[in-house]
């Protein structure tokens, strides 16, 4: 088999693998995924997050303020709320409020 | 059946591909302009940051990814056009995945198909025809491509209508809550006036696996265009709320895969090696032979 032929096999391997294997994986992992064609086939469960201010105040927080495209598989999580503490610095903790199966209420407390 | 060997040497007409190339072309400029507004508007200090590690280092400076943006556009034009084509679709595809790579936020679907789509244009050689190039080589036999890549990006079509079909046969999406949260207000209450959510969330998914399918085969072939184009249109229409422009690019980009079927129309060209070789020959050399028809 000459190089040229291995070559293409190679590539054939490598794009039927993206086209296919990726795809399936990502269909039987949870969730919303990336490099599997999911497009508009879920409900979006991002949480609503509600500021909560040192004396007490709630507010709920309009993300797509902060955000410039906040995608369903992008997750909610303590690096991407401290950021949030630096961009509100009245905010003491924040509120997250998940709406799956049922309403669970989580806390995060903002270390500045 | 095909044989794996015939569809590693033969080659088809380089007409489809270069038309689809244009139209990928285009998609690549116009998302390249709105991807530039975004890298820009991304460098602004209020905006969330989701990389994709949590190394600082896959944030690429202001500059750096200004530099990509401004790129991508120039490589896009160049590979529209098919000047250089090689090596501007090349290019054009690593700037499609740095961009993708810069932020979470920067991943979408269709910016992933774009980028795949350029690549394996690229290694189809698709600016074989229908470009500049192919006008600067003042070639007088009829451009060919490889088929086996041709396949690659007719394969790649499946995958995305597939895919996009399996992944919503789920209680969230047949009972028609995503389609009640994408669709523009006003188009929602229009559509449920005809039809129930209930009852179009299953026809999305049948249509999508429809065109999967039906573009492979001669006899479907022509009425999988048309619903093909209904359907994007109707997506375009149906979910604007701001997300009209996108949704047109996943359109062009779905059209430009679309095209490549129609090469099988055409006549096939088969390189051929010629084994017949005379006792103690040389041999010839490997020739083209035109078969008409449909093949495979």
């Not at chain 2, 790579?101 to 269709?110: A, E, L, M, P, T």
């Not at chain 2, 095209?259 to 090696?273: D, G, I, N, P, Y």
Request: hydrophobic share 50%; aromatic share 10%; proline share 4%.
């Amino acid at each position: 088999m000459t190089l040229r032929r291995k070559l293409v096999i190679g590539v054939i391997a490598t794009v039927l693998s993206l086209q296919f294997v990726i795809p399936s994986v990502q269909y039987f992992s949870d969730g919303a995924n990336r490099w599997g064609w999911q497009m508009y086939s879920r409900v979006s469960l991002q949480p609503e997050i509600i500021a909560v201010t040192a004396d007490g105040d709630r507010r709920e927080v309009d993300l797509s303020r902060y955000v410039f495209h906040m995608r369903s598989e992008l997750r909610v999580d303590a690096e991407m709320l401290d950021q949030l503490c630096a961009m509100l610095p009245d905010a003491n903790s924040f509120e997250l409020i998940h709406h799956e199966d049922a309403t669970e209420t989580e806390m995060f407390q903002c270390s500045g | 059946m095909l044989r794996i060997n015939e569809l590693l040497e033969q080659r088809v007409p380089a007409g489809p591909l270069g038309i689809a190339r244009i139209v990928l072309g285009l998609a690549a400029v116009l998302k390249g302009v709105v991807t530039a507004a975004s890298v820009n508007a991304y460098q602004n200090e209020n905006v969330l940051r989701f990389p994709y590690t949590s190394l600082e280092l896959s944030t690429p400076a202001g500059t750096f990814a200004t530099a990509i943006s401004l790129f991508w556009i120039i490589f896009a034009l160049f590979f529209m056009v098919g000047f250089g084509s090689r090596v501007s679709g090349a290019f054009l595809s690593v700037m499609i995945f740095l961009v993708i790579g810069i932020d979470q936020q920067f991943y979408s679907n269709h910016l992933y198909l774009m980028g795949t789509l350029v690549a394996l244009m690229t290694i189809a050689d698709a600016g074989r025809s229908y470009s500049i190039d192919a006008r600067r080589s003042g070639a007088n036999e009829p451009a060919t491509v490889p088929r086996w890549a041709a396949t690659l990006i007719m394969l790649q079509l499946t995958s995305v209508y597939l895919f996009a079909a399996l992944t919503k046969v789920n209680e969230g999406f047949l009972s028609g809550a995503v389609m009640e949260s994408a669709f523009e207000p006003s188009m929602l209450e229009r559509v449920e006036r005809l039809m129930p959510l209930t009852a179009l969330a299953p026809l999305a998914v049948t249509t999508e696996l429809f065109l999967a399918f039906a573009f492979w085969h001669q006899r479907t072939r022509f009425m999988a265009l048309p619903v093909a184009l209904g359907f994007h249109a109707l997506n375009v229409v149906i979910m604007g709320r701001g997300g009209a422009f996108n949704l047109s690019i996943f359109a062009l980009v779905m059209l430009s895969m679309m095209l490549v079927f129609f090469t099988r129309e055409s006549a096939t060209v088969q390189s051929v090696q010629k084994d017949e070789r005379p006792a103690g020959g040389a041999g010839r050399p490997t020739e083209l032979v035109m078969q008409h028809g449909e093949s495979g």
